[in-house]
């Protein structure tokens, strides 16, 4: 928001000395008690000046009626009113303001900026972004008026138009800081990564205080992947600003993206520190427990998870998988199904819940669940794998083989599936087509020769098959 320029330009020769509080108490009191001779326009400025830079709207108030009191056709008076109505989200009250003073003074663009603002926080996007061009056409090189309808466009995720004007800006004033500030935001959303982070440097070389953005800057870094630097800038925001669990959460995740565990344990601690409610930190506190074989402090942490948030299936899916850490795939195939009430289209669920099948010995569920995962992720080759291996261990080869062969177009060098496939032949009595299968699978994995002398033991020392091991 706009401060009052004209009570307050730096640039001009000293103004006389400000109020002290205690004067402003005194005239406060002679406004409160009707008192006739608070009457002096100056000192009615710096009183409102004086609460709007302590940003006290509300004292400030009674004192711009007290000047529209006696100087009703006073423009400039009723665009502070306006202002100080906007900054107490009385927004239709302030654009009521505006419009009088425009009525005075339609020619002033300061006035339609800050009506512009007031609109922008009505969400009225389009009526702002007029009055921002309306002010640019009575003053094109009105630098407010460019750098809210810069704000205005990034609303409208217009962000390639919002940094032309951020440019405009910064061309003609390249020390102007927010500019930078909102030149790096919208590079960001841009996925021009590098070019965000260095406007943020910009930004941060002239308010090196802007713990948001320090923030963001972290974010920016997080994405591409630069992880210690991005921990760097979350705790350079966490200096300024203790109470950061944004923060906190994101310096956390980016710890656990470097295998710093217990860094982010720490860090989502402290996050739930500020916020106990917190589900998704409480959520990957319990990623980092699991990371680290903790199973049962994960437990602990994703059942919190769901304490406050019954639906977060993520938290169902990360409990179940600790459950089948901790060997209890009962408990597992419980969460896993709860996860997959409240989404059904995730691959990984589905995955999870067939081994935790497979492993309770329900192998028609099981095949089930593999078809599912297969629907919603055909080319995952692993999937095709265990399915159609498990159609073989059940005797069904004809199914495993097609299975096995979809497995084998995805992966062709993926040694389990040729070996799995040969005991399908063999199974049909394909001795030939399994030995090919059996001699391609022992030259990519040469381990699995033992695994086929311990399954097959007078097959191993036959004629044909012996070659084949012997090799």
């Known amino acids: 928001m706009p401060a009052f320029d004209h009570f307050d330009d730096d640039e001009q020769v000293p103004r006389p000395r400000r109020r002290s509080d205690d004067d402003v108490q005194r005239f406060r009191e002679q406004l409160k008690n009707g008192e006739k001779d608070l009457n002096s326009s100056e000192a009615l400025e710096e009183i409102i000046q004086f609460y709007f830079e302590h940003e006290q709207f509300e004292e400030a108030l009674p004192f711009v009626e007290r000047l529209l009191s006696f100087e009703p056709y006073n423009a400039d008076a009723w665009q502070r009113k306006g202002m100080i109505l906007n900054n107490l989200v009385s927004y239709d009250e302030a654009l009521s303001c505006y419009d009088h003073a425009l009525s ?3 020619a002033d663009a300061e006035i339609h900026v800050n009506r512009g603002i007031t609109l922008d926080n009505l969400n009225r996007v389009d009526e702002a972004m007029e009055c921002f061009e309306q002010a640019l056409v009575l003053e094109p090189s009105n630098e407010e008026a460019l750098f809210h309808k810069g704000i205005t466009l990034e609303k409208q995720d217009r962000f390639n138009e919002a940094l032309i004007v951020f440019r405009v800006i910064l061309a003609r004033n390249p020390d102007n800081q927010e500019a930078w500030y909102e030149l790096g935001y919208c590079y960001d959303f841009l996925d021009r990564m590098e070019e965000s982070i260095r406007c943020y440097d910009e930004h941060l070389g002239r308010d090196p205080f802007n713990f948001n953005a320090w923030y963001n800057r972290g974010i920016v870094l997080n994405r591409l992947g630069r992880y210690p630097q991005a921990i760097e800038s979350y705790q350079m925001a966490l200096a300024i600003k203790e109470d950061f669990p944004a ?12 295998g710093r565990f217990y860094d982010a344990i720490e860090a989502y601690k402290r996050t739930l520190g500020l916020e106990p409610e917190d589900v998704p930190a409480w959520h990957n506190l319990g990623n980092a427990y699991e990371e680290l074989g903790m199973y049962r402090e994960a437990i602990e942490s994703f059942s919190t998870a769901l304490e406050h948030d019954d639906q977060h299936y993520e938290s169902y899916f990360g409990r179940g998988s600790s459950y089948d850490a901790l060997e209890l795939p009962k408990k597992a195939l419980v969460d896993y199904k709860k996860a997959i009430a409240i989404f059904s289209e995730y691959p990984e669920l589905w995955y999870a819940r067939a081994d935790a099948e497979y492993n309770l010995g329900r192998y ?22 265990d399915y159609g291996d498990t159609q073989q261990e059940l005797g069904n080869s004809e199914e495993a083989v097609r299975a096995l062969d979809e497995c084998l177009r995805l992966a062709p060098q993926f040694a389990p599936a040729h070996y799995s496939k040969a005991k399908a032949f063999l199974m049909r009595g394909q001795r030939a087509d399994a030995i090919t299968e059996l001699a391609t699978a022992f030259d990519l994995s040469p381990e699995l020769q033992s695994s086929f002398c311990l399954e097959f033991p007078s097959l191993s020392s036959s004629r044909g098959f012996a070659n084949l091991v012997k090799k």
């Open 104 to 106: 005075l003074n339609p």
């Open 364 to 385: 028609q569920d099981c095949l089930l669940s593999y078809r599912m995962v297969l629907k919603l992720d055909p080319e995952n080759f692993e999937a095709w794998y």
């Open 247 to 258: 923060a906190l959460y994101n310096m956390g995740n980016a710890c656990a993206n470097l």
